[in-house]
């Protein structure tokens, strides 16, 4: 009875916690958004092509950087100028990655590497002065070399969650054709407008998006705070054939999405389209001042998903809700913060996660750089284990035109209960090339 009462106030005290951090997340969403509606007439562009596989490799690609450490490298102005000309000439677009990173862990045991490699395309071949229409493509390839694999690095590490943003195959090498749609805007502008996307579709890229806690290879490497808001729970459901529609009338927007709830991932997939298992996703949001000094954005995401059978059949549907707010301070400091919780469907490793991050945008004088710390507290699905909560340190250097070097230290705890504390350190480096 007293181990039962013990275990009863410790979880007791675990959800306290992550209501506490909750809370915190919100007094900041609330400061943002005051300090959001305080301005009048900011700039504002359209939200269609943001996102975090298109952001800064997309249409316009700004480089050559100043200040990068070494000098041009492989790729200088010259590529980044003909990139320009081809997207403003001809009305194309092409960029992406390859990425690879090495962690290790106190608690001993093989070293984890993996690797991905990214490529975009776009085509625009309807531009006017109040209509743009663009094919999207997006092909994404990841290796892990030799073993283990990410979950059984993280096993022998302790943790509940993993301290990579990518998941590994169980063959070691995954393809994926994550992109491939149409989206179209209409009535593009500075005030308002409105648009859709049709095809394969990324969810992750287009709902729950925060510039400073995503999944998008240049910040946190532990999952908790590098995944998009939602892919703890949706799990291998963020893929598939669907519809996006958005609307914007500064600063804010509504985006609401159906797409297949059990695609394989890999390609179109048709015939699971026909079984009607659906992946149903709204967001609604303010954006203001973008990518100015001030930039601030605020959205919270619902989601439902359908789904009989496949991931965790005897979890069956569940929701998902997420809060998301990101604010940037005069050009230097970033502050991010997310709160998201799911209901019912408890497939994934956690079922609460508060995640906060502070970003120096300029460290050392170095404008190309980027540092960052991040916290969060999570609730895990298993009810056996106790919160599990953790902080990250990153400095990403920029060494060439395209080639950046991010090493980062992790620190993660848990005390479940009758069983010994868990603290590992995770230590990595993630070397990256843009192209």
């Known amino acids: 009875m007293q181990g039962g009462a013990r275990s009863g106030w410790s979880r007791q005290c675990a959800r306290r916690v992550v209501a506490a951090a909750a809370a915190l997340v919100i007094a900041c969403t609330l400061f943002v958004a005051h300090s959001a509606f305080g301005a009048e007439d900011e700039p504002f562009s359209s939200i269609l092509p943001r996102g975090k596989w298109l952001e800064d490799r997309g249409p316009s690609d700004p480089r050559p950087h100043d200040d990068v450490l070494i000098g041009n490298g492989l790729l200088g102005s010259d590529y980044f100028d003909f990139k320009n000309r081809l997207w403003a000439d ?4 092409f960029g992406g990655y390859f990425s690879a990173n090495a962690q290790w862990g106190s608690e001993g045991g093989p070293a984890h590497s993996i690797s991905e490699f990214l490529a975009l ?22 290796v892990t070399f030799g073993h283990p694999i990410t979950r059984a690095f993280a096993d022998n590490q302790q943790l509940v969650e993993t301290p990579n943003d990518l998941d590994t195959d169980p063959d070691l090498v995954f393809s994926t054709l994550g992109l491939l749609h149409w989206e179209h805007e209409f009535r593009t502008g500075p005030g308002s407008g409105w648009g859709f996307r049709a095809g394969q579709l990324y ?14 290879r240049r910040h946190f490497m532990a ?18 054939l669907g519809l996006n529609w958005i609307g914007w009338k500064a600063p804010f927007y509504v985006s609401a999405a159906i797409m297949d709830g059990k695609a394989n ?5 048709f015939s699971s389209l026909a079984d009607g298992q659906m992946l149903y996703l709204g967001e609604v949001g303010m954006e203001t001042d973008l990518d100015g000094p001030n930039e601030t954005a605020v959205r919270l995401t619902f989601g439902h998903l359908d789904v009989q059978d496949g991931e965790e059949p005897s979890k069956g549907p569940g929701q ?7 604010r940037r301070f005069g050009g230097s400091w970033a ?17 609460e996660l508060v995640q906060l991050g502070l970003m120096w945008l300029t460290p050392l004088g170095r404008p190309q750089d980027i540092a960052g710390v991040g916290i969060f507290a999570g609730d895990p699905s298993d009810e056996s284990r106790a919160t599990e909560s953790g902080g990250e340190l990153f400095y990403r250097v920029q060494l060439t035109q ?34």
């Open 90 to 93: 001809n009305n194309i677009s």
């Open 121 to 142: 395309m776009t085509w625009e071949p309807v531009r006017t002065g109040n209509s743009a229409g663009r094919l999207v493509f997006g092909f994404a390839h990841d």
């Open 203 to 216: 969810a992750p890229a287009y709902f729950g998006v925060g510039r400073y806690l995503d999944d998008d």
């Open 223 to 240: 999952r908790p705070l590098a995944t998009a808001a939602g892919a703890q729970w949706v799990g291998a459901n963020d893929i598939g």
């Open 265 to 269: 991932r890999q390609y179109p997939d």
């Open 320 to 326: 998902t809700l997420m809060l998301t707010a990101d």
């Open 335 to 351: 502050l991010a913060g997310r709160w998201s919780r799911s209901f019912t469907r408890l497939s994934s490793e956690y079922g």
């Open 402 to 435: 395209a080639i950046n070097l991010m090493p980062d230290i992790q620190y993660w705890h848990r005390n479940d209960q009758g069983a010994a504390a868990v603290n590992t350190w995770v230590w990595g480096v993630r070397l990256n090339y843009d192209f």
